[in-house]
């Protein structure tokens, strides 16, 4: 028999200029980990921000631009650019410098999500993927960011079980999501319309739901986007850097110490 969903809580997160810091680890990451931390760009065309150079460790990072290419560039010389619907993954592991800017003048609306890492990856080397947009998965009204719906299956090599989906609706449209039977939360972000679920409706705001939900029940009131992300609950403690996240104070010193030394001149 299935379980319905409740919303254990909402929020329209906090705005900084361009981006909304919809979630941190110093709030719902602890609650929705490996979903740590989530941010939404919004910028007119031409004015997004530069990402300079900047470290992390212990996490990934996927970064989702939906209308704006993006170049992409790592401490290790690797530079890639991916086309908008495309997806850019890095694995930060051990430590790694990177930096990203958009290109061309097209107004910039995108995501950018952290997972943290089981301690097997959290200090691995650093990798990165890049994923032009006809590669990315889409089975029916939903795109597969990472993990699997459906048939449809994401490519990227991820060590946790998760799914992160971007959904589109007509207006009047339901879909329902059935959570795998391991999966122990879920969350989502409506960022497009007006999004009615589980007898609330959300608008460019956030909503964790209750553990136990096997099903969640979508309907767009008008047409409508969102995030929906669901996983297992990492069971680790989220040890915090100023650009990392790690499971324990000694693999957050060795991450600390990797980024010092690969810092770029």
């Not at 740590?36 to 470290?55: C, I, K, M, Q, S």
């Not at 879909?175 to 795998?180: A, C, D, E, F």
């Not at 589980?198 to 047409?223: P, Y």
Request: glycine share 12%; net charge neutral.
């Amino acid at each position: 028999m299935s379980a319905p969903a409740s919303i254990l809580t909402r929020t329209a997160g906090k705005r900084h200029g361009p981006i909304t810091r919809v979630f941190s680890p110093g709030d719902l990451g602890e609650l929705l980990k490996p979903f740590v931390f989530l941010d939404y760009l919004e910028a007119p065309g031409g004015g997004g921000p530069n990402f300079g150079f900047h470290p992390h460790s212990g996490i990934a990072t996927l970064t989702f631009p939906l209308s704006f290419d993006i170049e992409h560039e790592t401490s290790q010389g690797q530079i890639d650019r991916v086309r908008r619907g495309g997806i850019e993954w890095m694995m930060a592991g051990g430590g790694i410098w990177h930096r990203a800017k958009p290109l061309g003048e097209d107004a910039i609306r995108g995501f950018q999500i952290w997972f943290s890492m089981p301690p097997s990856h959290e200090n691995a080397e650093p990798s990165a993927l890049f994923i032009q947009p006809e590669n990315v998965p889409v089975s029916g009204p939903v795109t597969v960011l990472l993990g699997g719906y459906g048939e449809a299956r994401s490519a990227i090599p991820a060590p946790f079980d998760a799914n992160y989906l971007w959904v589109q609706l007509r207006g009047g449209q339901r879909w329902t999501y059935t959570l795998p039977a391991a999966h122990t939360l879920a969350w989502v972000f409506a960022q497009q319309g007006r999004l009615e679920v589980a007898g609330q409706t959300l608008e460019r705001e956030a909503a964790v739901f209750a553990d136990g939900a096997s099903e969640i029940v979508f309907c767009a009131q008008g047409d409508c986007a969102f995030l929906l992300g669901s996983a297992v609950r990492h069971p680790y403690p989220l040890v915090l850097g100023s650009h990392s996240v790690h499971t324990a104070r000694e693999a957050l010193q060795r991450g600390t110490q990797r980024i010092a030394q690969l810092r770029p001149l």
